[in-house]
Nanobody, 133 residues
Framework: VQLQASGGGLVQPGGSLRLSCAAS????????IAWFRQAPGKEREGVSC????????YYSDSVKGRFAISGDKSTNTVYLQMNNLKPEDTAVYYC???????????????????????????WGQGTQVTVSS
C-alpha cells in the first residue's frame, strides 16, 4: 500500500498545522501507522504512531504534549495535529505503515528504530514543514 502525506507548509513559531496521511486501503486488520520526519543533515526520527486495533498512540519526547495523532478508518486517513510548532520541527514529514501492531507497549521504545523501523513501508514523497518567522 502506498501512503500519501500532505498538509505541510510554512508556519511561524507557535503556529499549528495538521498533516494528513491517506491510503487507498489497508490489507490487514491489525496494522500501525507512524509519522517520521527528517531534517537536512539529520537522521530520520520517529515522531508518533497509532495502532489500528486499539488506537494506542506514542510520541517522541520532542513532540509530546504538542502533537496529536488520530485516525479515521472510514476514510483510511491518519492525521497529525501539530501545535506550538518550533523551528526545530522543520523537516520533511513522512507517514508509513507496518503490517502488525508495532505501536504497542511491547515496542514503546523500539518501534521507531531498527530493526522494527524497517517494517514500515508505503513511504510516499513526504510533506515539507517549515517553522520560521
Amino acid at each position: 500500500v502506498q501512503l500519501q502525506a500532505s498538509g505541510g507548509g510554512l508556519v511561524q513559531p507557535g503556529g499549528s498545522l495538521r498533516l494528513s496521511c491517506a491510503a487507498s486501503r489497508f490489507r490487514f486488520y491489525y496494522y500501525s501507522i507512524a509519522w517520521f520526519r527528517q531534517a537536512p543533515g539529520k537522521e530520520r526520527e520517529g515522531v508518533s504512531c497509532i495502532n489500528s486495533a486499539d488506537s494506542i498512540t506514542y510520541y517522541s519526547d520532542s513532540v509530546k504534549g504538542r502533537f496529536a495523532i488520530s485516525g479515521d478508518k472510514s476514510t483510511n486517513t491518519v492525521y497529525l495535529q501539530m501545535n506550538n510548532l518550533k523551528p526545530e520541527d522543520t523537516a520533511v514529514y513522512y507517514c508509513a505503515t507496518a503490517s502488525r501492531l508495532l505501536c504497542s507497549p511491547s515496542y514503546v521504545n523500539d518501534w521507531y528504530r531498527e530493526p522494527h523501523s524497517s517494517e514500515f513501508h508505503g513511504w510516499g514523497q513526504g510533506t515539507q514543514v517549515t517553522v520560521s518567522s
